[in-house]
């Protein structure tokens, strides 16, 4: 599966839109993009994926470039309760392994 | 639907003694999978259960860790002996059948402490 990059740290005022980015400049064409959330001492939630459309969900958006090689996850409203940390994953779907390589993600602060 | 269970929330053992974590997948799902996350480290892979069968066991640290999935519904984790780097937390997840399309369900995990 293809590495991803994320930035370690970030803060949104709540109410805002938190834009969280990714790099995976070494995708393939047969990987897709998955994003999972993890709250303190929860377990990882899933929250969206996508291949090269755009998608959205009740939850987040997820913007991917047209090149495939980064994208950006979107939490429309950000509230106190997203404050977690966030992982862009990347993986092939369809065959061999079901894996999902967590990486650090990025912790997402939401301040009052 | 009910989510993804598992038990105990919290585990306290010696160094030496055995553990058997639980999980119980959604109705219904023919994949589980272990995950943990040990002190400071990022959340790894552990195996994946197609119904009973193993179909990926690769991320298994040793021989010290069992699992079984009697079935194909709830699973077993069994650490024996325990040693303190087992310290960490356990985390369990599901998805339906052809559930690579799909984003897995995950436990709240089993906190295990080795002292």
């Known amino acids: 599966d293809a590495k991803t990059t994320q930035p370690t740290s970030m803060d949104c005022a709540e109410g805002r839109a938190a834009n969280l980015p990714c790099n995976h400049s070494t995708i393939s064409g047969n990987e897709y993009v998955y994003w999972y959330r993890q709250i303190h001492s929860q377990g990882p939630q899933y929250i969206i994926h996508?291949?090269?459309n755009n998608e959205t969900n009740e939850m987040a958006s997820l913007i991917i470039t047209e090149d495939r090689k980064s994208s950006t996850l979107i939490l429309p409203h950000a509230t106190l309760r997203d404050t977690a940390v966030y992982y862009c994953?990347?993986?092939?779907?369809?065959?061999?392994?079901?894996?999902?390589?967590f990486g650090k993600g990025t912790k997402l602060s939401v301040i009052p | 639907e009910a989510g993804v269970t598992q038990f105990p929330s919290h585990s306290v053992i010696e160094k030496g003694q055995t553990v058997t974590l639980r999980c119980d997948p959604i109705?219904?799902?023919?994949?589980l999978y272990w995950y943990r996350r040990v002190m400071g480290k990022e959340i790894k892979f552990l195996l994946h259960?197609?119904?009973?069968?193993?179909?990926?066991e690769s991320g298994m640290p040793n021989n010290r860790f069992l699992a079984e999935r009697t079935g194909g519904t709830y699973s077993t984790l069994k650490v024996q002996p325990a040693e303190l780097e087992d310290s960490g937390v356990y985390f369990c997840?599901?998805?339906?059948?052809?559930?690579?399309?799909?984003?897995?369900?995950f436990g709240s995990g089993t906190r295990l402490t080795v002292v």
């Open positions: 994953i990347v993986r092939v779907v369809g065959a061999g392994s079901y894996q999902l390589t």
């Open positions: 996508g291949l090269k």
């Open positions: 259960f197609v119904k009973e069968s193993k179909q990926d």
């Open positions: 109705s219904g799902h023919d994949n």
């Open positions: 997840a599901s998805s339906p059948r052809g559930g690579i399309g799909y984003g897995y369900t």
